[in-house]
Nanobody
């Protein structure tokens, strides 16, 4: 069984910063792509950023230049550093990972339970 657990969500003022973390645990061979998504009230879940196992990154236009995704392969963790936060960044942030199972060598996508980020004065 694989679990993803996020942490770091909080209430922050506009212009502030926050760092989210996510750790993958359980039985698996390795973690391939890791990503962050978010879902604002009344909206569909949207992709925020992704990082490959080798460190390649990509960002949604709305966060590019403000957010930075990073990972530690030895610890199976992925972080999201969020700077210059705006009220429209308010959402539940979810971690997702493509985890390779040892039984068949195939990757399966797993999701965390989400962490709330609220940007408000």
């Amino acid at each position: 069984q694989v679990q993803l657990v996020e942490s770091g969500g909080d209430l922050v003022q506009p212009g502030g910063s926050l760092r989210l973390s996510c750790v993958a645990s359980g039985t698996f061979s390795r973690v391939e792509n890791m990503a962050w998504y978010r879902q604002a009230p009344g909206k569909v879940r949207e992709w925020v950023a992704i990082i490959t196992r080798s460190g390649g990154t990509s960002y949604a236009v709305s966060v590019k230049g403000r957010f930075t995704i990073s990972r530690d392969n030895a610890k199976n963790t992925v972080d999201l550093q969020m700077n210059s936060l705006r009220p429209q960044d308010t959402a539940v942030y979810y971690c997702a990972a493509d985890v390779v199972q040892p039984v068949n060598g195939r990757p399966y996508k797993y999701w965390g339970q989400g962490t709330q980020v609220t940007v408000s004065s």
